[in-house]
């Protein structure tokens, strides 16, 4: 992680995440979700702040899908998964809300959405989540501030209430991104600027 | 087409597919669907036959996600789209009902699903979509055999009837794929194995 934080700071979309950052590759980075829709679900992004896939030059699109590849295959084994959905809402006109390309990783077991409607009912969720993450978020301090935010001058990661879901704190997500980040080398044997 | 046609047989998990295919690279082929959600909604998948993103090599990997940058493209110019949906159901558990790694690639325009429900209509009708595509279709020849099909001893494309949307014929299927082959090689200047 302490190479993520010199590496920073990090932005999707105009927030600023480096610290719940939890992989990095030249062209590509995996972050923890505010809300997620079910343990374990992750974004992964470009580094170039671009809102559309066809932005991407083949070098990031590779770069991009090959971290997909990669970050599943640790998210499928931590929280003890046996499929994952993964999708992109490449443009407003899609449901995308934040203007920056991003894949929505989300780890599935056998019937754990019986109680939301069925399997199918994380389409309506990730609805939810992409709802969430366009709204415009909070800027008070609450203590957990880190310094980089300001000097940025951009906004944070949104950390909004909704209806469905209780948003985490950002000691939660950076938790969650240091445990990752771990999870991440015993896959790839590497950090920052490696490609397994 | 011609090219594709020889670089036959092409099989979306056991169903033979060749005539539907148009585009193909040395580990990718994009073909059209039997029951589009959307005009343009078209499927990416592994020449390999696996089921899950994880069991596809890194080039395999790279060259899918290049060839559905470039497909998402052209069908957004094709179909005067302005968004596109890209999803992945990766496992049985995720809603995958063909076990064959494939990318929905689903054009969108402003309002285009509000009779439907709304923008994010679109999940639903994936579902419904997914569902068609491992039902059992019909064996029974029809006079659009091309005996390919026989020598493969696989079975086709499947062409079941659905309530919400009526399946296309062969003859409609086979048309769209030979005009957006062509529409490709406006794109990506060339045929079967080259990559933009």
Redesign the interface.
């Known amino acids: 992680m302490s190479a993520i934080l010199k590496a920073g700071p990090i932005h999707f979309g105009p927030f600023l995440v480096t610290t719940q950052v939890f992989h990095l590759t030249p062209h590509t980075f995996a972050l923890v979700n505010l809300k997620p829709i079910l343990p374990g679900h992750v974004l992964i992004s470009p580094r170039r702040v671009v809102p559309r896939?066809?932005d991407?030059t083949?070098t990031e699109?590779?770069d991009?899908?090959?971290t997909?590849?990669r970050v599943?295959?640790m998210i499928?084994r931590v929280y003890s998964?046996?499929?994952?959905?993964?999708?992109?809402?490449?443009?407003?006109?899609?449901?995308?809300s934040v203007p920056h390309v991003h894949a929505h990783v989300?780890p599935?077991?056998?019937g754990?959405l019986d109680h939301r409607g069925g399997?199918?009912a994380?389409?309506?969720l990730?609805?939810g989540e992409e709802g969430d993450l366009k709204r415009v978020f909070n800027t008070n301090g609450d203590g957990e501030g880190d310094g980089e935010r300001r000097r940025a001058g951009r906004e944070r990661f949104p950390k909004v209430d909704d209806e469905e879901r209780a948003a985490r704190s950002l000691g939660e997500m950076e938790g969650e991104a240091r445990m990752l980040a771990r999870e991440m080398e015993r896959d790839v044997g590497g950090g920052v600027g490696l490609r397994g």
């Open positions: 896939v066809s991407l083949a699109t590779s991009l899908f090959l997909v590849q599943s295959r499928e998964a046996s499929s994952l959905n993964i999708a992109i809402q490449d443009g407003v006109d899609a449901g995308q989300i599935r077991r056998r754990d399997t199918d994380v389409y309506e990730l609805d």
